[in-house]
């Protein structure tokens, strides 16, 4: 009944989020995480897009203390930044990726769609102890619990990555509600064909049509100029 997904683009900086939390607290939680992300990053390196991605937790948690309402919300957040490159001062520029939950950063190059991100989720933890397979977690009851997520603790370990951008690569950011209905195949299909525009629309209206069991939110990117 409500979309608790929110996202945010600039020129530099890409922005997906997915809220937790009874009431509006999700909603809430996602859209004040993504809107902090936006203002205080100062798009210097990866070390900025982090401090960012802290604040926007300090946010939430601040917020929540403040309403009983909200007790309780928190956010999933990923993001994806243009940063100056090794050595700054107009170097090659690079990508910036942080993540926190289990929204997700795909790249599709010519060797095929690779997830960036690890999810912070109780399968994902037991697929990489290798209790579960990636088949199993995609169907277990228990896929939706987050072992990090933003709005949780004070000092939340914040995964972070730097890439080399490479022209004709594209990036995916997306909430759970995508992947939880298309597999990575499909996901690559879709996400290689068209505009950016098209892949985007395309990618979200499949994962609805499979049964959109969850809101689907979807940004792609794509790296236009570059070696």
Known sequence: DVNQDD?????????????????RGGEVASTLATSVVVEDFDGTDRAALV??????????LERAAADTDLSGMGTTLCALAVVDGPGGQGGPEALAVVNIGDSR???????????????????????????????????????????RALGIEVDPTIDSWEVSPARGDRFLLCSDGLFNEL???????????GSVHEAASRLVAEALDEGGHDNVSVLVVEVVNGP
């Open 51 to 60: 401090h960012a991605v802290r604040q926007a937790n300090r946010a939430v």
């Open 7 to 23: 996202l945010a683009v600039t020129d530099h900086l890409f922005v997906v989020a997915d809220g937790m939390g009874g009431h």
């Open 183 to 193: 597999g990575d195949m499909r996901i690559a299909e879709l996400l290689g064909d």
């Open 105 to 147: 950063v795909y790249r599709l190059d010519a060797g095929g769609l690779i997830q960036v991100s690890d999810d912070h989720s109780l399968v994902a933890d037991l697929v990489r102890a290798g209790e579960l397979s990636a088949e199993e977690a995609a169907v277990h009851p228990q896929r939706n619990i987050l072992t």
